[in-house]
């Protein structure tokens, strides 16, 4: 039994999801290899053979791999899916946009967003937002899994001296092609790899409020900044921030969540984070039922104080 993770990487270095897909292989209990399919990836192929626990890095190089086309890296999988038992993709917006093709092409069912591995054909997986866990058994030959990544700890970036095996780059068919990208401008950490998130909600009023009450926080802190959905959809942040169901799943080792409910579905995103912290003027909202700490205040004077005695 062997797994193949999906590497994650901007051709220099593996992105941290990788690192706890990599530990959710592991936990099947045989051989690991990653692949690394890329243009001018060799570095991030030799980062992957440091990892504990990877025992092969399969490394394709074209340029159809540079700027991360799904049909392009979905024909890569497919070329080498036949040498493995599972195939597994981070459950990031990445690994959701090639993790169905390949399932699709190898007619098997896709198993989504596991937080647990159980035996190597059971795993358990959250549904209800979060408020139930079904426990899934594939009986299919090959395993296309998506990995929650808050579920599982990170693998150690070093440790291991896995041999690395070029392997012919296989494409697409063209019928997709690379065209331009934009991208939003922040120089805080990574909303899914960041410790500490200082998150806003509707309560915040307006756009001005929204970044004129976190920002002074967030920089005391170090942290990145998240929105709930009702903050997004009001138009207060950028959608790249929505934390929840619906946006990114996080679970920092500190979350300040400001004027936001707690929605079911935006607890579903965030309540797996080491401490939770809440501020907001009503003490029946849900959000206190999953806060370590909570402060029944007017954000407008607690935040902004809570800055002040950083």
Known sequence: MTALVIAEHDNAA?????????????????DVHVLVAGHGASAAAAAAAQIAGVTKVLH????GFAHGLAENLAAQVLAVAPAYTHILFASTSGGKNVAPRVAAKLDVAQISDITKVISPDTFER??????????????????????RTT???????TGGAAAVETVPATLGDGKSAYVGSEFAKND?????????????GRGLGSEEKFLEVLTPLADKLGAAIGAS?????????????QVGQTGKIVAPQLYIACGISGAIQH?????????????????????FSVADYGLVADLFQAVPELAKAL
Do not use: C, W
């Not at 394709?60 to 340029?63: I, N, Q």
């Open 14 to 30: 593996i992105r941290a999801a990788t690192l706890n897909t990599i530990t959710a292989a592991l936990a099947l209990g045989g």
């Open 60 to 63: 394709a190089e074209s340029e």
């Open 126 to 147: 959250p549904f209800y937002a979060g408020n139930a866990i079904a426990t899934v058994q594939s009986a299919d030959a090959a395993k296309v899994i998506t990995v």
């Open 151 to 157: 579920a599982f700890d990170a693998a150690a970036t």
């Open 188 to 200: 805080r950490p990574e909303l899914t790899a960041a410790k500490i998130i200082v998150s806003g």
């Open 229 to 241: 959905r009702a903050a997004v959809d009001a138009g207060y942040a950028h959608n790249d921030l």
């Open 267 to 287: 607890l579903a995103g965030m309540k797996d984070s080491k401490v939770i912290v809440a501020i907001n003027k009503d003490e029946e909202a849900p959000i």
